[in-house]
């Protein structure tokens, strides 16, 4: 039996384990991220914005020193990233739009076009979580400016 690890570093860049579960793990954290926002939706906009905020500079901080302690570059379990990108697609998004922002953001995570690749290339911690904030903000542009056609 494996012995349980308090490492922060590890349950945060990890998101609470969720990039621990299955053969992928960025698509298993984007979700995970998703569900989380549901619950936090009702905390309106502010809260939100708090959150990506936080997850951002944390996860930037403990991704880094988790992968420095592993000795990996961008640790396929690390998923605090894709909280972060999901959040932002979520951003000011109604609830329609997240099934949406799901599929895009993991469109975009994986395929990684310019200058999300290149953003990627960034050291450490910011490295790991800047492709997938850009990611997110690009997602969240792409849905912002179909909800403008829509309304049109």
């Given at each position: 039996?494996?012995?349980?690890?308090?490492?922060?570093?590890?349950?945060?860049?990890?998101?609470?384990?969720?990039?621990?579960?299955?053969?992928?793990?960025?698509?298993?954290?984007?979700?995970?991220?998703?569900?989380?926002?549901?619950?936090?939706?009702?905390?309106?906009?502010?809260?939100?914005?708090?959150?990506?905020?936080?997850?951002?500079?944390?996860?930037?901080?403990?991704?880094?020193?988790?992968?420095?302690?592993?000795?990996?570059?961008?640790?396929?379990?690390?998923?605090?990233?894709?909280?972060?990108?999901?959040?932002?697609?979520?951003?000011?998004?109604?609830?329609?739009?997240?099934?949406?922002?799901?599929?895009?953001?993991?469109?975009?995570?994986?395929?990684?076009?310019?200058?999300?690749?290149?953003a990627?290339?960034?050291?450490?911690?910011?490295?790991?979580?800047?492709?997938?904030?850009?990611?997110?903000?690009?997602v969240?542009?792409i849905l912002?400016?179909?909800?403008?056609?829509?309304?049109?």
């Amino acid at each position: 039996m494996k012995k349980f690890d308090l490492d922060a570093d590890k349950i945060i860049s990890t998101f609470f384990g969720a990039g621990l579960y299955g053969k992928m793990p960025g698509t298993v954290g984007s979700a995970a991220a998703l569900i989380v926002a549901v619950i936090i939706s009702a905390a309106g906009f502010e809260l939100h914005w708090a959150l990506i905020l936080a997850v951002t500079v944390i996860g930037t901080w403990c991704s880094d020193r988790y992968s420095k302690k592993i000795g990996i570059k961008d640790p396929p379990e690390v998923v605090i990233d894709e909280v972060a990108g999901m959040w932002i697609s979520m951003y000011a998004m109604p609830a329609s739009y997240w099934i949406p922002a799901f599929v895009l953001f993991r469109i975009i995570d994986i395929l990684k076009p310019f200058p999300v690749n290149a953003a990627e290339k960034l050291p450490g911690g910011i490295g790991i979580m800047a492709d997938d904030v850009l990611a997110g903000v690009f997602v969240n542009l792409i849905l912002l400016a179909i909800k403008a056609y829509l309304l049109v």
